[in-house]
């Protein structure tokens, strides 16, 4: 079945760093286009960035130029390397793939940007 284990996430402080990882598993990875999304408290999950199959990339208006998605087909692995971190970065980080036009989740990681 389709896997998607998050790690990376922490307590940082504002302006600091993080890269978030996403393993998969039970999916041809590269042929699979793959997605962070995050959910803040009280707040609607929303899409943080994606990248397709060929490498091609998307972000939210409120992370270009801070956030950056890349992959490794080789390790089956997504990551997003999170730079300038703000307090409204706070929220729990998800991975997200697609297989036979079902969605699927990670567990989540949390990430909080406080002083």
């Known amino acids: 079945q389709v896997q998607l284990v998050e790690s990376g996430g922490g307590l940082v402080q504002p302006g600091g760093s993080l890269r978030l990882s996403c393993a998969a598993s039970?999916?041809?990875?590269?042929?699979?286009?793959m997605g962070w999304y995050r959910q803040a408290p009280g707040k609607q999950r929303e899409l943080v960035a994606s990248?397709?199959?060929?490498?091609?990339?998307n972000y939210a208006d409120s992370v270009k130029g801070r956030f950056t998605i890349s992959r490794n087909n080789a390790k089956n692995t997504v990551y997003l390397q999170m730079n300038s971190l703000k307090p409204g970065d706070t929220a729990v980080y998800y991975c997200?793939?697609?297989?036979?036009?079902?969605?699927?989740w990670g567990q989540g990681t949390q990430v909080t940007v406080s002083s």
């Open positions: 997200n793939t697609k297989k036979d036009s079902l969605a699927y």
């Open positions: 990248i397709t199959s060929g490498g091609n990339t």
């Open positions: 039970g999916i041809i990875f590269s042929i699979n286009a």
